[in-house]
């Protein structure tokens, strides 16, 4: 009896070919030569009857057959993705693999300890971790879940906030004994600020403050920004250039240390929340069960 799917790796071919947008981007991720794939792409074309990719010199597109027949693959092969989900840790231990997309911040600063004891917990569990600021796309890039800054946009996930972030103002005493100490909000107007541009909108993250049980919002201006990785403001702030706002978490120890000193304490008391998201039409491996259960309890 011949095997009725043998073609199932030049379907997934193709399927890393259009994920990557191009044959040695694709080739990349498999960790084969873009000659294989295309050789796979024209098998399966070959065996469907029908072109499925346009190839120029520029970019790859899909044919309309090929956008429905990627489609109808991609549901099959959730189902065979959910099918192992579905089993991974029967056995009493846990083993599998969790795809966790985690902010700067929360990735150097909060996650570290998490993960230490979620691994002495689960040895067998590989946890794939993504840094970034930009938020992914949890079902389109693979993801199982990530944690995220600010308030969520109705975006149909399902979210449990982990905590609220207290915001501090702070600087370097070197900085502070050069251009002076801020005692007012209008006093910012008159020194070196170091905002940071957020990249889902391109603008400055404004700094958040309490005033006489009054939030504000200040809009910091200055001729140096930060994007990509936010904690690129502190650094910058520890090495005397400027005034920064970020977490206490971060700038805590610094602080206790000496390397930076805190600015309008009466103004503070803001925050901003940090939250775990996940996919709700998608099942979740016991692994990533486990690892939710973890983060929303510590």
Excluded at 41 to 65: C, F, H, P, V, Y
Excluded at 179 to 205: K, N, S, W
Excluded at 215 to 227: A, C, F, G, Q, R
Excluded at 238 to 256: A, K, N, P, T
Aim: net charge neutral; glycine share 8%.
């Amino acid at each position: 009896m011949s095997r009725r799917f043998d073609h199932l790796a030049d379907v997934e071919a193709l399927i890393a070919v259009v994920d990557h947008g191009s044959l040695t981007a694709g080739a990349v991720a498999l960790a084969t030569t873009p000659s294989v794939l295309s050789r796979a792409i024209s098998r399966l074309e070959g065996r469907l009857g029908t072109q499925l990719l346009r190839r120029t010199t520029r970019r790859i597109g899909l044919t309309d057959a090929g956008r429905l027949y990627v489609e109808q693959a991609r549901g099959a092969f959730a189902q065979i993705d959910d099918a192992e989900r579905a089993i991974q840790g029967q056995g009493g231990v846990l083993a599998g693999r969790v795809r966790l997309s985690v902010p700067t911040t929360y990735g150097h600063f909060r996650l570290p300890p998490l993960l230490q004891r979620f691994a002495e917990r689960h040895p067998q569990v590989r946890v794939e971790l993504n840094i970034t600021n930009r938020n992914v796309d949890l079902v389109a890039e693979g993801f199982d879940l990530a944690i995220r800054l600010g308030e969520l946009p109705d975006s149909g996930l399902v979210a449990h906030k982990l905590e609220d972030a207290q915001l501090r103002l702070v600087a370097a005493p070197a900085y502070i004994a050069r251009a002076g100490e801020p005692r007012t909000l209008d006093d910012l107007h008159r020194h070196v600020c170091l905002p940071f541009v957020m990249p889902r909108t391109g603008r400055y993250a404004p700094w958040l403050f309490r005033e006489d049980g009054r939030d504000l919002d200040w809009l910091p201006e200055s001729t140096i920004e930060v994007s990509d990785d936010v904690l690129g403001v502190v650094s910058l702030a520890e090495h005397g250039m400027g005034l920064c706002q970020s977490y206490d978490f971060i700038v805590r120890e610094r602080i206790e240390r000496g390397g930076l000193v805190e600015l309008l304490p009466h103004l503070g008391g803001r925050s901003r929340p940090f939250s775990l998201v996940y996919a709700p039409h998608r099942r979740l491996s016991a692994p990533a069960r486990a690892l939710i259960d973890l983060l929303k309890t510590a």
